[in-house]
């Protein structure tokens, strides 16, 4: 069993849907986690940075941990076709190396 | 938001020779910084960390010999892949890290060996 699981998709939304992202860990000592976006030959972008549970909004974001759990979620309000990308779940203890989803692809069709 | 810049974006060399890529960061000092590389439709594989002034420390299945990583001050670690052959192909991202703030990426190197 992988420490993070992150459907990889591919999901596709119309323009203007609420999109869903989530992942799943188990190990119950990550304390960050984040949000990337990565589009295609490019860098993994920062899209959100949480410190352990709670909510987080920025924008059209809104991050969700739930430590409990062990789940975490992106949301993505007014889908646009620019957020088409592969967006990738993060987290780490610490100052370790982040331990990253497999990324859940994104389309978002006009 | 902090930059971290990544150079070449694209190279393409022949089999045997060694190739350097650089990452800086520009706005902020990198206590830390990672190397990674990602194939095709795949994350991000972790292949080593560098904290200034200290060697690199590689993740398992890495080869130390192959990749050569510096990281000589706080804005700049270089990987060096020496006597690159056609499976070192492949697309190397660096990342930085200030303390315990998050990581930071650069644009990744596209690398092509003939």
């Known amino acids: 069993q992988k420490e993070v699981e992150q459907d990889p998709g591919p999901l596709s939304v119309p323009e203007g849907a609420i999109v869903s992202l989530n992942c799943t860990y188990s190990?119950?000592?990550?304390?960050?986690f984040m949000w990337y976006r990565q589009y295609s030959r490019k860098g993994p972008e920062l899209l959100m940075y949480?410190?352990?549970?709670g909510n987080k909004e920025d924008g059209r974001f809104t991050a969700q941990v739930d430590k409990s759990s062990k789940y975490i979620s992106l949301f993505i309000r007014d889908s646009q076709p620019s957020d088409s990308a592969t967006y990738l779940c993060?987290?780490?203890?610490?100052?370790?190396?982040?331990?990253f989803g497999s990324g859940t692809r994104l389309q978002v069709q006009p | 938001g902090a930059v971290v810049s990544q150079h070449p974006s694209w190279v393409i060399c022949k089999s045997g020779t060694s190739v350097k890529i650089e990452c800086r960061s520009l706005?902020?000092?990198?206590?830390?910084m990672f190397w990674y590389r990602q194939f095709p439709k795949q994350s991000l594989m972790l292949m080593a960390t560098?904290?200034?002034?200290?060697?690199?420390?590689?993740e398992q299945g890495v080869e130390k010999d192959k990749f050569l990583i510096n990281h000589a001050s706080l804005t700049l670690s270089t990987l060096t892949v020496t006597s690159a052959h056609p499976e070192d192909s492949s697309f190397y991202i660096c990342?930085?890290?200030?303390?315990?703030?998050?990581?930071?990426f650069g644009d990744g190197t596209r690398l092509s060996i003939l």
């Open positions: 190990n119950s000592a990550f304390q960050y």
């Open positions: 990342s930085a890290m200030h303390r315990a703030q998050p990581q930071h």
């Open positions: 706005d902020f000092q990198a206590t830390t």
């Open positions: 560098s904290n200034e002034g200290s060697k690199a420390t590689y």
């Open positions: 949480t410190y352990s549970s």
């Open positions: 993060a987290m780490r203890t610490g100052r370790r190396a982040l331990t």
